[in-house]
Every structure is written in C-alpha cells, then in structure tokens.
C-alpha cells in the first residue's frame, strides 16, 4: 500500500518500488514536479501551507504541506 505522508513539512512516500515515478500538482491541475523516486524518499523542495495532488503510478493523493 502507498502512503503519503507529511514529515517536518516535507513529504515522504512509502510502500512503493524503488524508481517510481512520480508527478506533483497545484490546485489548478498545473505540473510543479516530476521526479523518479524510491521508497522513504523525501521531497522537500515544495512550499508550507499548499495543498499537492501526488499522482504516483495510477493512484492521486491530496496534501497539505
């Protein structure tokens, strides 16, 4: 199962394979960031107090930084 989850401001992805990519959304659906990660990996170059739609194989998760 993928969990996405909040750590210190930063996200943190788990129960993935490792080079999984991924795709981060503002709210008007725009693509802020594409990366390939592996599992435990964080991201922490997105900005405190946004919501991101987290599309991860073909599964969408909301979060709020």
């Keep these: 199962k993928i969990n996405v989850i909040t750590v210190r401001g930063n996200v943190m992805i788990t129960g993935i394979s ?8 503002n709210t008007q659906g725009m693509l802020i960031k594409r990366t390939i ?29």
Excluded at 49 to 60: A, K, P, V
């Design 37 to 65: 990660i592996n599992n435990g990996d964080i991201i922490s170059d997105l900005t405190r107090g946004t919501l991101y739609i987290i599309r991860i194989s073909n599964q969408s998760f909301k979060i709020i930084l």
């Design 18 to 25: 490792d080079a999984q990519p991924i795709e981060i959304y």
